[in-house]
């Protein structure tokens, strides 16, 4: 049974950090790039940070660029995303997903195949 379990959100000032994690199991998480997307209410998902499947390859959302890291185990079967200097605008729910794919992370969620439950960020101001 395929699962990525998110976990790590919760309440911060604005200008805090929060690290977020997802536990994968149930698939071959080594070759599947990872992904983080966020969604706040009444806005559409958006992605947020991509990973590649060895981990070599990064890609973020100008929003979060330079604030934002993410990282993985694949050992661990884990991924992270280490954030920031957190705004206000941060806040959303927080979900991972996985793509199988070789190549570098990709930004749109269609291509994801598996997502986790997500965790909530709040941030206050």
């Known amino acids: 049974q395929v699962q990525l379990v998110e976990s790590g959100g919760g309440v911060v000032q604005a200008g805090g950090s929060l690290r977020l994690i997802c536990a994968a199991s149930?698939?071959?998480?080594?070759?599947?790039?990872m992904g983080w997307f966020r969604q706040a209410p009444g806005k559409e998902r958006e992605f947020a940070a991509g990973?590649?499947?060895?981990?070599?390859?990064?890609d973020y959302a100008d929003s979060v660029k330079g604030r934002f890291t993410i990282s993985r185990d694949n050992v661990k079967k884990t991924v992270y995303l280490q954030m920031n200097n957190l705004r206000p605008d941060d806040a959303a729910v927080y979900y991972c997903?996985?793509?199988?794919?070789?190549?570098?992370?990709?930004?749109?969620?269609?291509?994801?195949?598996?997502w986790g439950q997500g965790t909530q960020v709040t941030v206050s101001s």
């Open positions: 990973i590649s499947w060895k981990g070599g390859r990064t």
């Open positions: 149930g698939f071959t998480f080594s070759t599947y790039a």
């Open positions: 997903a996985a793509d199988r794919s070789v190549g570098p992370p990709v930004r749109y969620d269609v291509d994801y195949e598996y």
